[in-house]
């Protein structure tokens, strides 16, 4: 029922910002608790950052707080990751993920997550 349309993925050298973008269709974006997740290659999917639903909580993984972001605005319903400071081990496939109602930290738990985008390839060089 929901779609969700990753963008803002690129080729950045090492110590440079990108932002991602991830745009819902299909629900009324304030019901819905956002994430992003990563997939480099030969590893598994791993979380990067969530907001809830009303945009107050967020949650952030160890590798990434102090340099990301997370943040959502309901009046474009547009969820955003602020990626600063980036380094090669950040590359990866950035995945968009949602899930209805919740807090930031129920996105860790993979099972519980609900609608998936296809993903935007950030390559960082060193």
């Known amino acids: 029922q929901v779609q969700l349309v990753e963008s803002g993925g690129g080729l950045v050298q090492a110590g440079n910002s990108l932002r991602l973008s991830c745009a819902p269709s299909?629900?009324?974006?304030?019901?819905?608790?956002m994430g992003w997740f990563r997939q480099a290659p030969g590893k598994e999917r791993e979380f990067v950052a969530a907001?809830?639903?009303?945009?107050?909580?967020?949650d952030y993984a160890d590798f990434v707080t102090g340099r990301f972001t997370v943040s959502r605005d309901n009046a474009k319903n547009t969820l955003y990751l602020q990626m600063n400071s980036l380094k090669p081990e950040d590359t990866a496939v950035y995945y968009c993920?949602?899930?209805?109602?919740?807090?930031?930290?129920?996105?860790?738990?993979?099972?519980?997550?609900?609608?998936w985008g296809q993903g935007t390839q950030v390559t960082v060089s060193s």
């Open positions: 993920a949602a899930r209805r109602w919740g807090i930031a930290q129920s996105m860790r738990n993979l099972t519980t997550l609900e609608y």
């Open positions: 299909g629900r009324p974006f304030n019901t819905l608790t």
């Open positions: 907001v809830g639903f009303r945009g107050v909580t967020t």
